[in-house]
Nanobody, 127 residues
Framework: QVQLVESGGGLVQAGGSLRLSCATS????????MGWFRQAPGKERDFVAAISGSGVITYYADSVKGRFTISRDNARNTMYLQMNRLKPEDTAIYYC????????????????????WGQGTQVTASS
């Protein structure tokens, strides 16, 4: 069983920045494709960003492209989401997700593609 633990959420003014982290127990970490999703109150859980096992391939939702950056440190078994120029509409609970991916070049954008989920961390961008 792979465990995922998010951290780094909080309250920030619109235009500010936060960096989320997702620490995992999966070994080796490079054998897992990873993603970030978010869920606002009363809404579906939506895709934010994905990264391949090697870290070379990344993909973003249009709503965050150019503002958010997904990355991973395979030596530290940790994934990150750098969020800049936050907007009130970015307010949500952010979840990290993982799935085995032995190609190391694949990424996934559907929540049903993922096997493991963290507990979530709240991000609030106030106007």
């Amino acid at each position: 069983q792979v465990q995922l633990v998010e951290s780094g959420g909080g309250l920030v003014q619109a235009g500010g920045s936060l960096r989320l982290s997702c620490a995992t127990s999966g070994r080796p970490f490079s054998n897992y494709a990873m993603g970030w999703f978010r869920q606002a109150p009363g809404k579906e859980r939506d895709f934010v960003a994905a990264i391949s096992g090697s870290g070379v391939i990344t993909y973003y939702a249009d709503s965050v492209k150019g503002r958010f950056t997904i990355s991973r440190d395979n030596a530290r078994n940790t994934m990150y989401l750098q969020m800049n120029r936050l907007k009130p509409e970015d307010t949500a609970i952010y979840y990290c997700a993982a799935r085995p991916s032995y190609s190391r070049a694949d990424y996934y954008t559907e929540k049903n593609d993922y096997n493991y989920w963290g507990q979530g961390t709240q991000v609030t961008a106030s106007s």
